[in-house]
């Protein structure tokens, strides 16, 4: 077996970059994690509304990561009407994000009736804008619903969006259960989904009582972990990367009650080399850290006279954490990355 891995540079379709110092913290990291495409969140604090908003967040970015291809999104709010749509299409927004209201960070403006925004949806539908959910239900005691099978009771909503609007592309994000994957398999090729890092590693026993394997939606049952592995196994075009890698401060994810996000850019690469090795499927990982979800999200493919990333079979060991730009450097002022302290069976060979 070699003790090299050459591959295009990955492509994170899901991505939290923040903004003030986080930003300077984190997005220079996305290239130090082997990614060179990525798609940007717009749950900022205010959150990506308008066009002009994400545009000016783009150049913001760009000027921090010179060599990574940012894909903006729009968040998806009342005041995005059919019109804002098309001069979003024209200015190269990719996508508009969903977040079901109160369902993770900075979600409060969001989503209550899918319906009310059918106009929106068909103006997506007809400028060839992605659709990106957080597929999860609010949390309702009354019915049932609750953070365990919150992405289940979801799934209704995604068959009817698909069957309403057949051509609008669709990503259900971070898909967490077997319910998920099943039923995205069942669909139409205009919808796709996006794992994690974490969550093909994790399950409920490693974020109860672990804040920073804390995130939304939660890690579930061995079986759901067991289908999102066996599903990049098999090699599923319709599923690929989204690391939603979402740092935090230590002080947010220690505190009374933690921020939900884990934190892997730095590492995404060498991490998901390190599981598909010991999931005996090495082969499918330029699949899908690549070749899949460009081809979804209609970008070209990474051709043999593009630059490669190489990955060397060598000892990483994950940092404890990372110190937060212009923070004061205190134990509170740094981000904690998934599995730290722990080490990786790859490494990136050069950056």
């Not at 998806?76 to 209201?101: R, W």
């Not at 969006?161 to 995205?184: G, M, S, Y």
Request: glycine content about 6%; hydrophobic content about 40%.
């Amino acid at each position: 077996m070699s003790d090299t891995l050459s591959l295009p540079w990955a492509s994170d379709f899901h991505c939290h970059l923040r903004q003030g110092d986080m930003m300077d913290t984190v997005v220079p990291m996305v290239e130090q994690g082997g990614v060179r495409t990525v798609l940007a969140m717009p749950n900022l604090t205010p959150p990506l509304t308008t066009t002009q908003m994400a545009v000016d967040y783009g150049t913001a970015l760009q000027k921090l990561a010179p060599n990574v291809r940012f894909i903006l999104t729009l968040y998806l709010n009342p005041d995005l009407k059919p019109e804002e749509v098309a001069k979003a299409a024209a200015a190269g927004i990719t996508a508009v994000k969903v977040y079901p209201s109160g369902v993770t960070t900075n979600s409060d403006w969001g989503v209550l009736d899918f319906k009310t925004y059918y106009p929106t949806f068909q103006a997506m539908q007809d400028h060839n804008l992605v659709l990106c959910l957080h597929g999860e239900c609010p949390s309702d005691a009354s019915k049932g619903i609750c953070i365990l099978n919150a992405e289940e009771r979801f799934l209704a909503t995604l068959c009817e969006l698909h069957e309403a609007f057949p051509r609008l592309r669709i990503v259900l994000e971070h898909a967490t259960t077997k319910a998920a994957v099943d039923c995205v398999k069942s669909l139409g090729d205009t919808v796709a989904c996006t794992i994690t890092a974490h969550h093909l590693f994790i399950t409920i026993d490693d974020w109860a009582g672990q804040p920073h394997h804390f995130c939304k939606p939660v890690a579930k049952y061995p079986s759901d972990r067991d289908a999102l592995q066996e599903v990049v196994r098999s090699g599923h075009p319709r599923f690929f990367l989204g690391s939603d890698s979402a740092p935090h401060p230590r002080r947010a994810k220690q505190g009374e009650k933690p921020a939900a996000g884990v934190f892997t850019t730095p590492i995404l690469v060498p991490l998901m080399a390190t599981l598909f090795e010991r999931l005996g499927c090495l082969d499918k990982l330029e699949a899908f850290v690549s070749t899949y979800g460009r081809a979804f999200y209609q970008l070209p493919a990474a051709s043999l006279s593009d630059a490669r990333l190489v990955l060397r079979r060598k000892a990483l060991e994950i940092p404890e954490s990372y110190s937060i730009s212009g923070g004061s450097a205190q134990m509170s002022d740094a981000v904690v990355p998934f599995m730290a302290k722990q080490e990786l069976a790859w490494q990136i060979d050069s950056v």
